[in-house]
C-alpha cells in the first residue's frame, strides 16, 4: 500500500509528510479511536469498548460504531485531497450486524469505493476481537474548500 504507515510519519497520496499523531479528530480521541494504518488506500481505526460508550444492553452503542467508521472515512478522504481542502460527511448507513461487547475492541477498515474531485465515498468494515463483522458502514464525503 504506497504512502502508509504504521506508526511515525507517512505520506500523504500528494507526497506531502504528515505525522500519524496528527490524523483523526478531538471526537475520535474522546471516543478513544486510535488510528492503527492510514494511507490513501485504507484506514484502520481501533477502539476498546467500555462502559462509557456502551448501550443498555452492554454492547457498543450503535452511534459510537458510526462515529468510529465516520472517523476512519473522513481520515481516507482527507489523505487523498490537498491541505488546502477539507471534508464532511454528506451521507452515511450503517448495517449492524453483530454486537461488540464492553471489554471487546472494534477495528474500523476503511477502503475507497470511489474517490472523486468533489465527493468520495468510503467503505468501513467494522470487526470485533474474534474477526467476525459487527457492521458495515457506506459514507460520501463532500470534498470542499474551507476557512476558519
Request: aromatic share 4%.
Amino acid at each position: 500500500m504506497a504512502g502508509a504507515a504504521i506508526g511515525g510519519q507517512m505520506r500523504d497520496q500528494d507526497g506531502s509528510a504528515r505525522r500519524i499523531d496528527e490524523i483523526g479528530s478531538a471526537f475520535a480521541r474522546h471516543l478513544g479511536a486510535r488510528v492503527v494504518l492510514a494511507g490513501p488506500d485504507e484506514v484502520i481505526f481501533e477502539m476498546v469498548v467500555t462502559q462509557a460508550l456502551a448501550n443498555n444492553n452492554n454492547v457498543l452503542h450503535g452511534g459510537a460504531i458510526m462515529g468510529l467508521a465516520d472517523n476512519a472515512g473522513g481520515t481516507g478522504t482527507l489523505l487523498n485531497i490537498p491541505r488546502a481542502r477539507a471534508t464532511t460527511t454528506i451521507e452515511s448507513k450503517t448495517n449492524f450486524l453483530r454486537p461488540i461487547r464492553v471489554g471487546d475492541v472494534a477495528r474500523a477498515t476503511a477502503t475507497p469505493l470511489h474517490r472523486g474531485r468533489t465527493t468520495q465515498v468510503w467503505q468501513s468494515v467494522v470487526t470485533r476481537g474474534d474477526g467476525k463483522v459487527a457492521a458495515i458502514v457506506t459514507q460520501t464525503q463532500m470534498v470542499m474548500e474551507w476557512q476558519e
